[in-house]
């Protein structure tokens, strides 16, 4: 079956946390290909998931656990993290998650899934990227206004700030971040910061709160979700501007970025959203049997 796109997607169903393998097809319909079913009783709170190589990671922020299943051996473990986990990043053996209440780095080795080691941070750390043409982490430091370029090896940082307090971030030639505002009305601002020169270049202001963001490295688009008005806005990275804004209503919760289509979660609505990434218009609605939340694209 050839799909139009393919999804990990967590969620509710039954009071239960889910999480699915869905192939999207082209008659409004989509293909479960996996299912797992969380049949313990324990309460959950998944901040972020992370698709690789088959295997998806779970970033449970109330059990302060990441969560590790395997597609193809049908197994699934996990690991005791710092307090308050929110995000995570892979590189080669080792991955990276951010603790926001413990204000450090737990590093696990991938291969046994075992807890190798912490390395400090700033103060509330929530998102995580490795950039692979320069080997460093890059940290968003809430509480501080900074963005902290570190070296997992040497331990070598560099501070880069931010105008407001950054929550998500990306690295490309440029470092983008989004984050908040607040002077009697809340702001997103999303900065784009030159890390030679550690200044800001630019930045876009968005009034209301931005609950998710994603970059398009191929488009050089970025899309920010504004829960106040529910909508996405569209912004060129390169014109560095807002180029399109997209009513959604109900409550859209997360997006992700796939070859055609970008796709967006609404747990009100209990649909899957795709925009079309040339056009951006909504291609379509795809109506689920159950109240979505993280997603995340499968590449193949």
Do not use: W
């Amino acid at each position: 079956m050839e799909y139009v796109e393919s999804v990990i997607v967590s969620g509710m169903s039954q009071d239960k946390y889910i999480l699915l393998k869905l192939g999207i097809k082209n008659d409004d319909s989509y293909e479960l290909n996996k299912i797992l079913h969380f049949i313990d009783t324990e309460k959950r709170a998944l901040h972020s998931i992370f698709y690789s190589d088959n295997v998806v990671y779970m970033v449970d922020s109330f059990n302060n656990k990441v969560i590790k299943f395997d597609f193809a051996s049908n197994s699934c473990s996990d690991v005791t993290v710092g307090r308050d986990p929110r995000h995570l990043c892979l590189n080669k053996d080792n991955i990276y998650v951010t603790n926001f209440e413990s204000d450090n780095i737990s590093v696990i080795d991938n291969n046994s899934f075992t807890l190798a080691g912490s390395i400090p941070a700033g103060i509330k750390p929530h998102d995580i990227k490795y950039y692979h043409k320069d080997n460093n982490l890059y940290v968003s430091c809430y509480e501080e206004n900074q963005i902290i370029q570190l070296n997992p090896h040497s331990g070598e940082t560099k501070c880069l700030e931010t105008d407001g307090k950054p929550m998500h971030i990306f690295v490309d030639d440029i470092l983008i971040a989004m984050t908040y505002y607040a002077n009697g009305n809340i702001y997103s601002k999303i900065n784009f910061l030159n890390f030679e020169t550690n200044n800001i270049e630019d930045i876009i202001k968005i009034k209301g709160l931005a609950s998710d963001i994603e970059y398009d490295y191929v488009h050089k688009l970025l899309y920010v979700i504004n829960i106040e008005d529910k909508s996405i806005y569209i912004i060129d990275a390169i014109k560095r501007k807002i180029i399109k804004k997209i009513q959604l209503g109900g409550y859209p919760e997360s997006l992700t970025v796939g070859e055609n289509y970008l796709l967006v979660t609404n747990s009100k609505k209990k649909l899957i959203t795709l925009i079309d990434i040339e056009t951006l218009t909504i291609y379509k609605n795809i109506e689920l049997e159950f109240t979505p939340d993280c997603i995340k694209i499968i590449r193949t």
